[in-house]
């Protein structure tokens, strides 16, 4: 996924300004297909979405509200459609699957509960069924009519917003934002809000949508403390991922940032590797990265094993309070 024009997160200018009608065209039609009924589950869905393009935490979220529903007795189940893997779909993933067949993103729930793979959700159903769930938690998809959600929660970096407010391609919005925030049943508020956070949090509040806060909790390796470290990702923000490092105490001297969901092929392997033995650096990267690199040889498998993570959990203010919104247990 190509990086977010740095415009979109500023306030609206000259760009914006020039292909706000090609920006109208696109929020009519978005907003027309977000009013589309779909299929209905046999099971409720929770779908985990967010506002704008990019990432803003969802699949932390969605491994989070899937072990709160689990807790609560559910029986999770995953439905993501594999971005950046090559299998259409509906597959169940599995241990012979990589990267390069369902992406990373699934890959790192499958670890957590059973997990689909589709491109066509609504064509997962009748896989879904047979894995009987009594909840399926659908990471991304906010804006796809394909399945009926009985619960949307919307995720928002706290630290950006929505950028300059407007719809792609004159920012970084889906579908015009009073759209969106009339099919969310509530926000997910991450990380110490800024202006720009605050400032969607009070819209959402304005229209009756309820407001959680949550964050991103670090589990760094002890090895890494004290270690001079070349970080690297390929994630929505990689420079969330730089900064929680420098949070942690760990001492960062060099940052490697890469396009979203991009496969590391053997001369970015190569080039990391040579930097770090070079410059007596140690690497660290996401588990998102790492997963991009699961079942790979030669300097992407050495990649790979060089390769510290920095895993993070996404922890909610009031886990009770975002519990009490999920489906009861049938």
Not at 129 to 141: F, T
Not at 176 to 195: C, E, K, N, R, Y
Not at 197 to 203: E, H, P, R, S, T
Request: contains cysteine; aromatic residues 4%; hydrophobic residues 50%.
């Amino acid at each position: 996924m190509p990086s977010a024009p740095a415009f979109w997160w500023r306030p609206p200018g000259l760009a914006a300004a020039l292909l706000a009608p090609v920006a109208t065209v696109w929020g009519t039609v978005a907003a027309r297909r977000m009013r589309r009924g779909g299929a209905v589950a046999p099971v409720p869905v929770v779908c985990i979405g967010n506002f704008v393009v990019g990432g803003a935490g969802k699949t932390p979220t969605a491994l989070s509200v899937a072990a709160l529903a689990a807790a609560r007795g559910h029986r999770p189940v995953f439905l993501t459609r594999g971005y950046g893997g090559r299998l259409a779909g509906p597959v169940l993933v599995g241990a012979e699957h990589g990267p390069a067949e369902v992406g990373d993103e699934a890959l790192l729930l499958a670890r957590a509960a059973p997990t689909v793979v589709a491109r066509d959700r609504a064509g997962a159903l009748p896989l879904l069924g047979q894995l009987k769930p009594s909840l399926v938690v659908m990471d991304d998809g906010f804006q796809n009519p394909a399945i009926e959600k009985t619960l949307s929660l919307v995720v928002v970096d706290a630290g950006q917003g929505v950028g300059n407010g407007r719809v792609m391609p004159a920012g970084p919005l889906r579908a015009p934002l009073g759209v969106q925030l009339a099919h969310a049943d509530a926000l997910v508020l991450v990380g110490a809000a800024s202006a720009d956070g605050a400032a969607v949090a009070a819209l959402a509040q304005a229209e009756g949508v309820p407001v959680f806060g949550a964050r991103l909790v670090a589990r760094a390796p002890e090895a890494l403390r004290g270690r001079p470290l070349l970080a690297f990702a390929g994630i929505g923000r990689p420079e969330k991922f730089f900064d929680q490092l420098r949070r942690e105490g760990l001492d960062v001297r060099r940052t490697e940032a890469f396009a979203d969901h991009r496969p590391y092929g053997e001369a970015d392997a190569a080039r990391l590797l040579a930097d770090a033995a070079a410059e007596g650096l140690d690497l660290v990267t996401t588990e998102k990265d790492l997963a991009r690199l699961a079942g790979a040889d030669g300097a992407r498998g050495g990649l790979r094993d060089a390769s510290a993570v920095l895993a993070v959990d996404l922890v909610f203010d009031a886990p009770d309070a975002v519990a009490a919104l999920l489906p009861p247990v049938a």
